[in-house]
């Protein structure tokens, strides 16, 4: 018989200050996504399969794309709504014209207690070993690479570009070096494909200071090979390496995607990101503005907040801070909670799945 796995440890719940701009279950606005391009160089099969992200895909044109100013004057806003922390995603962020300069200008930014904003990067890391130091110096403070394999085969039929592992390797060795630490590495995990990487990856991450996190195949817009047969439950990956390294839970901090384990000789940090399986919207604190200027309460969301309209040169900043407040305090959704049953209902109905934004748009 197989031995019970080691439990994940509750999240401590929200504190929200006294000035939090809540919403309707009580969640503070904390967190902001900011995707800031929608083109990748990588086609991630999962993500943005090449049958549909062609060369004729319509993408945004540089017009439809929010300048750096009104990056900028996003962020802002939601610094001054409560936002401790920006992540910077896309697409691929990297391919950004100019990501340095916006870097700077957010860390520079002050929460409302006087604090620097923490600025963090999701990147698929290619483009990482060039620009990590120009980064760090820019203020960024964390980096987030996506690593779904260290066997080059797998790693490229995943990308589908052909990009060898080794320059993602690199990239990470590069933020590690330039003090970008502690880097996360973000696998997905989709059966069949590079679920026999897990034990490599976490033999190679050992000592290295890394935290590595495994990520579930959630069934969002754009690929369209997801099913649940291809998700591999987190309880499953655990076992997996539980049965070669016994782990200790650790801490998850209220508004963490991830729970969290640490090798019990201390050599790895892992994390588990269950979105499929234990989908929890209790303490979500974040949200998610798309580089065309809509904001995203969730993942899940199929509707959201068009942000264009108070960006222009006559629109006073307060305008901008009170569409973002409402939206948030309007919001009640639990979509990730809710959506395994409503995708049932959509399938029963002969409707293909639960719709959900584009992951490559909203950035993850
Ligand atoms: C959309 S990407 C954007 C940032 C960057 N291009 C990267 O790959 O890190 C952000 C995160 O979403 C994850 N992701 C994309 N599609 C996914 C899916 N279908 N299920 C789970 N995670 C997914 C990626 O692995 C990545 O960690
Ligand atoms: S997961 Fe990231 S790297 Fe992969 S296709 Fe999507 S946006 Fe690009």
Request: charged share 25%.
């Amino acid at each position: 018989m197989q031995a019970a796995l080691v439990q994940a440890l509750p999240a401590s719940a929200p504190e929200p200050t006294a000035s939090a701009v809540l919403d309707q279950l009580g969640r503070p606005l904390r967190d902001l996504r900011l995707s800031v391009i929608d083109q990748c160089n990588f086609r991630c099969t999962y993500c943005m399969p090449k049958s549909r992200f062609g060369r004729d895909y319509p993408f945004l044109t540089p017009a439809q794309r929010l300048s750096d100013d009104e990056l900028l004057r996003i962020a802002r806003a939601f610094v001054g709504l409560g936002v401790e922390k920006v992540r910077l995603t896309g697409g691929e962020p990297l391919l950004r014209k100019g990501i340095e300069s916006l870097v700077e200008r957010i860390a520079a930014m002050r929460t409302r207690e006087g604090k620097p904003v923490e600025v963090a990067m999701t990147t698929n890391g290619s483009l990482l070993a060039r620009k990590a130091r120009a980064l760090r110096d820019a203020g960024l403070g964390r980096v987030t690479v996506s690593l779904d394999s260290l066997d080059d085969g797998i790693f490229r039929a995943m990308n589908d570009v052909e990009v060898p592992v080794g320059r993602v390797l690199e990239g990470i060795e590069a933020a590690r070096a330039a003090g970008l630490a502690p880097v996360k590495v973000n696998c997905v995990v989709e059966r069949g494909t590079n679920d026999g990487q897990v034990l490599p990856l976490v033999e190679h991450f050992r000592g290295s200071g890394v935290t590595l996190r495994f990520i579930e195949y959630m069934d969002v817009e754009g690929p369209s090979g997801w099913s649940q047969g291809r998700v591999v439950p987190s309880e499953e990956l655990r076992g997996m390496i539980e049965r070669a390294h016994a782990l200790l839970p650790l801490a998850r901090r209220a508004g963490e995607t991830a729970s969290n384990f640490m090798l019990a000789d201390g050599s790895l940090k892992l994390g588990f990101i269950s979105s499929v399986s234990q989908p929890f919207c209790g303490d979500c604190t974040r949200a998610r503005v798309s580089v065309d200027g809509r904001l995203h309460l969730c993942l899940f969301a199929t509707r959201s907040v068009d942000l264009r309209q108070h960006l222009g040169a006559a629109c006073p900043q307060q305008d901008l801070a009170q569409a973002i407040r409402q939206a948030w305090q309007a919001r009640g959704d639990r979509y990730s909670e809710l959506r395994n049953g409503l995708r049932a209902q959509r399938l029963a109905s002969g409707k293909h799945q639960y719709p959900t934004v584009r992951m490559s748009l909203v950035g993850g």
